[in-house]
């Protein structure tokens, strides 16, 4: 019997206040958006509802550390997009990758990893995983050779890499590298936050778990933390364990905010695409550039393999200045359009310097062992108009290459300075 349905009896005001406020309205129409379940519980007819639903022999909802259904929509559309059968959402990118290793990883197990890794990623794998026991080799994913070599030496438990490596733009051919996985018995982990669904699905070249940091690309809006695994019903399965036993819960509010990005991934992905190849394509051939790294651009090391792969190029590239540190920093600085902050895959263009955000865990050796020359800026090409980024580009590399040259400490202070003191990098590890 409902609580509609029980016989009205006397109730005091506190329990009067109480039952309305918590009632859900009946809505028999469609809403167009997902509501947001802002609601930590659900509350089940009996006690055995209750208990079928917590232990997952029913579906439906109880407690939602376990699932809400905000946040399973998220799951669900997200799975969608990269053709996968499951998908479960999580506090963080980072709280995604943990949550996939762990679902894999015991102690004593073996990972092979891509050497061009994104800082924090390989932190987790040396200072927490390497203190349970689980022992890391990091090899060139470019070289299928080394890759080969490095999983027949002993037994391996997972190949991990990122579709575009984080922040030096280095492409893995993900089909290949599952062929190799695959014969050598290792489960494959794809980090795809960099290119999104819109330019590949990993799943369908052969990777087992494909892991974002939804806070990126999929949002697209840099207001939201979020991440996202999928893969098979199996596999996430084990990865919501995970997850139910670690806590990384996404809030229904952070998942109807990831939820408002998807519809418009396709449109951004096309114009953050269009604007960075054009702009990396200017680039190359600007004084004081040493490098630009840009999956379309045919300079890049594995072009071929882009375009195979990849739909588009993506709105991310590196850029090497001649100049080194003090060019890239003098860079950064004299920037008037583009944000000065850490994350990526937002509506504004964001220029990063690695050795003090995302790589600052690592100390001169290992920035050298991962491809990290001191000069390089991480760029996400945002919506602004391509125009407009390119004129201020071209006057930061300038200010770059004054304050690079000899007496360059003589220079002028940079635009962005100019305008009033500012705040320095941020060590967000984004």
């Not at 509501?35 to 208990?51: D, N």
């Not at 990126?216 to 139910?244: C, N, P, T, W, Y």
């Not at 100390?363 to 390089?376: E, R, S």
Request: hydrophobic content about 45%; some cysteine; aromatic content about 6%.
């Amino acid at each position: 019997m409902s609580d509609r349905d029980r016989p009205r009896l006397a109730r005091g005001f506190s329990t009067r206040a109480i039952r309305p406020a918590t009632a859900a309205p009946r809505v028999d129409q469609r809403p167009s958006a997902v509501p947001i379940y802002q609601s930590a519980t659900f509350s089940a007819e009996t006690v055995a509802e209750l208990g079928a639903v917590t232990t997952d022999a029913q579906p439906g909802y109880a407690y939602s550390r376990l699932d809400n259904p905000t946040t399973a929509a998220l799951a669900g559309a997200i799975a969608e997009l990269e053709e996968a059968e499951a998908g479960y959402v999580l506090a963080s990118g980072m709280a995604a990758i943990h949550a996939a290793l762990l679902s894999v990883l015991s102690a004593g197990d073996r990972v092979v990893a891509t050497r061009s890794i994104y800082g924090s990623t390989g932190s987790l794998l040396d200072r927490q995983f390497g203190r349970l026991g689980v022992t890391v080799d990091y090899v060139d994913v470019t070289d299928h050779d080394e890759v080969e070599r490095a999983l027949a030496a002993r037994p391996t438990h997972v190949l991990y890499v990122e579709s575009i490596s984080n922040p030096t733009i280095v492409v893995a051919d993900i089909a290949g590298l599952a062929d190799i996985a695959h014969r050598h018995g290792s489960v494959l982990i794809v980090d795809h936050t960099f290119a999104s669904p819109y330019l590949c699905r990993p799943l369908a070249l052969g990777a087992d778990l494909v892991v974002h940091s939804a806070t990126k690309f999929l949002s697209g809006h840099s207001d939201v933390l979020a991440g996202v695994v999928v893969g098979s019903r199996e596999r996430i399965a084990r990865v919501r364990s995970v997850q139910v036993d670690t806590g990384a819960t996404l809030a229904p509010f952070s998942a109807f905010l990831v939820l408002r990005g998807l519809p418009t991934l396709a449109i951004r992905m096309e114009r953050h695409s269009a604007t960075s190849l054009a702009l990396a394509t200017w680039l190359e051939g600007q004084p004081g550039v040493a490098r630009v790294y840009h999956p379309f651009l045919p300079s890049h090391p594995q072009h071929e393999v882009a375009r195979r792969q990849f739909d588009l190029g993506g709105g991310m590239m590196a850029i090497e200045l001649a100049g080194g540190r003090v060019a890239g920093e003098a860079f950064i600085d004299a920037l008037t359009i583009a944000e000065l902050t850490a994350s990526l895959g937002s509506i504004h263009t964001i220029v990063a310097h690695p050795p003090s955000t995302t790589h600052r865990q690592y100390d001169d050796v290992q920035l050298a062992a991962a491809g990290i020359a001191p000069g390089l800026l991480r760029c996400s090409v945002g919506l602004e108009d391509a125009d407009d980024l390119r004129a201020d580009f071209d006057q930061a590399l300038a200010v770059a290459r004054a304050a690079s040259a000899p007496m360059g400490s003589a220079a002028g202070p940079s635009a962005r300075s100019a305008a009033g003191p500012t705040a320095t990098p941020s060590a967000a590890s984004s």
